[in-house]
């Protein structure tokens, strides 16, 4: 069953993120290649994170939730077996710090359907706790269409 376009426009959230110092070192430690209980190990010309400012894709562990929320919306009646992850990108204004009290919304953009799949974009918008834009990001789902 395709996707009904009425459902563009769709708000979600606010959803609230703290950004911690902690889960900062463990993104860091795992983007490197290590595991966040034993610490990250050293990769051969990459700086050390600076423990002040986030790596600029952390910001997935917040910015998804509107997403997430729109794919699991019932109205929507997506099969979640039928849904792959099909792309993402961000633009980003302001950087994250230790500390942030992150708001994130987000918006059903566009819906359409082609060669047997639908096609879900939802656009997210996080800002911190001084209403400043952080990142903007752009999620697309891809859903086969049932027997």
């Not at 889960?23 to 034993?38: F, N, T």
């Not at 359907?113 to 952080?134: C, P, R």
Request: hydrophobic share 40%.
């Amino acid at each position: 069953m395709a996707l009904d376009p009425k459902h563009v426009g769709t708000r979600y959230g606010p959803f609230s993120y703290v950004i911690g110092l902690e889960k900062m070192r463990e993104y860091d430690c795992a983007i490197r290649g290590g595991v966040p209980s034993l610490g990250p190990p050293p990769v051969p010309g990459v700086p050390p994170a600076r423990e002040e400012v986030a790596f600029p894709t952390f910001c997935v562990t917040f910015a998804i939730a509107p997403f997430h929320a729109a794919v699991t919306d019932p109205a929507l009646g997506i099969d979640l077996l039928r849904l792959v992850h099909g792309e993402q990108e961000f633009e980003f204004f302001e950087s994250m710090r230790a500390g942030d009290a992150i708001a994130t919304t987000g918006e059903i953009a566009r819906i359409s359907s082609k060669g047997g799949k639908d096609f879900l974009t939802v656009v997210t918008e996080s800002a911190n706790q001084h209403g400043k834009l952080v990142v903007r990001g752009t999620w697309t789902a891809v859903i086969r269409h049932g027997p």
